[in-house]
């Protein structure tokens, strides 16, 4: 258990509208991530963060924005809700004493 | 160059038999390859690991096979059981951008009883 907790678990939204999905961890990991999963394609990912308001852009970030304001919270937004951002959204963190990452439980999203 | 391909995109096995996975690469950079496995409604978990400074890696019943001449590895499941049915992904990272994984995609996996 690396101490994530991701919120919400399950949403239904429909087009067009804002939702954040939220992940927090309680170890003060430095590297946070934001991955979506879909059958076919794995784990793409999204943002990163690699500390508090420093983020950067993965393979897939386009209609996705994040914020870092501190250390335990990393937020990803959907600023206008789309059929194809329907997924499971994991969050990830890296320990800092190596390569590996953890995983979140995932976030359901259906967009109607 | 980044990618990283997995093979076979799903497989069924015997139960006691030996289930392959592969996983081939073309960044020559890369030095870590770590294998994960995923169960349904739940986030991947790291199975095993690999640097290539070694050809094989065992924890269990689960061996990770390095080729580095050929870019490929492989993970090896022995005795496969049915609780081992789940998704597999292989994985590769360079330091020193090891922040970043990539990810093959995946393997569904299911051992028959």
């Known amino acids: 258990d690396a101490g994530i907790t991701q919120s919400p678990r399950h949403k239904v939204t429909e087009t067009g509208t804002p939702v954040t999905l939220r992940c927090h961890q309680t170890?003060?990991?430095?590297?946070m991530y934001w991955y979506r999963q879909d059958p076919g394609h794995g784990l793409r990912l999204i943002h990163y963060?690699?500390?508090?308001?420093?983020?950067d852009k993965g393979e897939v970030s386009d209609g996705y924005s994040v914020s870092r304001s501190k250390t335990e919270d990393f937020l990803l937004t959907l600023e206008s809700a789309t059929s194809s951002q329907t997924s499971v959204y994991f969050c990830?963190?890296?320990?800092?004493?190596?390569?590996?990452?953890?995983f979140g439980e995932g976030s359901w999203l259906t967009v109607v | 160059q980044q990618q990283v391909k997995q093979s076979p995109q799903s497989l069924i096995v015997q139960k006691g038999g030996i289930s392959i996975i592969n996983c081939a690469y073309e960044?020559?950079?890369?030095?870590?390859f770590p294998w994960y496995q995923q169960f349904p409604g739940k986030g991947p978990a790291l199975l095993i690991a690999?640097?290539?400074d070694v050809s094989e890696k065992k924890e269990g019943r689960f061996t990770i096979s390095f080729n580095k001449s050929a870019k490929q590895f492989s993970l090896h499941i022995m005795d496969s059981q049915p609780g081992d049915s789940a998704t597999y992904f292989c994985?590769?990272?360079?330091?020193?951008?090891?922040?970043?994984?990539?990810w093959g995609a995946g393997t569904k996996l299911i051992i028959k009883p």
């Open positions: 994985a590769a990272s360079s330091l020193p951008s090891n922040y970043q994984l990539i």
């Open positions: 170890e003060n990991h430095r590297y």
């Open positions: 960044n020559t950079a890369f030095d870590y």
């Open positions: 990830a963190i890296r320990r800092g004493d190596g390569n590996t990452i953890y």
């Open positions: 963060s690699y500390g508090v308001k420093d983020t």
């Open positions: 690999i640097r290539p």
